[in-house]
């Protein structure tokens, strides 16, 4: 009995909560398409060009390195399609924190992928998996965003944590 009513109370809880049970911290910047006939997004595209360039400067800031990923130009990703966005990014950044528990050292690569998609770039801070620990994730979340609205304005910048629009 009491087995089932614990259950039933984390179930509701998570329910409730509408937590994203990964906590990633996400950025979805908005870019205007160009003035040509063509409405996506292009990866050469000056807008996007500097967005990447303000992304790239705030992780190197905050001891994130540049992956070698291989991209096509002009990938457009349809936000409804979590296994595209996984699978397209146009940029990937690493760091690594060292953490102690029970005596021992663990070390923990932490990332930050970048996807291009029809409306913009989408930023995602963090690990996949309950224990992703990507609160960690957290001042480079907040400075990239900070720096997205400060360059491009508040109405172009979305970002998420934990499973909530942030304006």
């Known amino acids: 009995m009491r087995a089932t009513i614990f259950i039933f109370i984390l179930t509701l809880a998570t329910l409730v909560c509408g937590c994203d049970p990964t906590g990633m911290r996400r950025v979805h910047l908005q870019l205007r398409p160009p003035n040509s006939g063509n409405a996506s997004i292009a990866l050469d595209a000056p807008d996007t060009q500097e967005a990447l360039q303000i992304l790239e400067t705030s992780l190197v800031r905050h001891g994130y390195s540049r992956e070698e990923v291989v991209c096509q130009s002009d990938v457009h990703i349809d936000m409804g399609s979590r296994s595209e966005v996984e699978s397209n990014y146009i ?13 021992e ?7 930050c992928r970048v996807a291009l998609t029809s409306t913009g770039l989408f930023v995602t801070f963090g690990n996949d998996g309950l224990l992703g620990e990507s609160y960690r994730a957290e001042p480079e979340f907040r400075d990239v965003r900070k720096t997205f609205i400060k360059r491009f304005g508040m109405k172009n910048v979305r970002s998420r944590r934990l499973g909530y629009d942030m304006p």
């Open 105 to 111: 050292v663990y070390t923990q690569t932490m990332r």
């Open 91 to 103: 940029r990937v950044y690493t760091v690594t924190h060292a953490s102690r528990a029970y005596g």
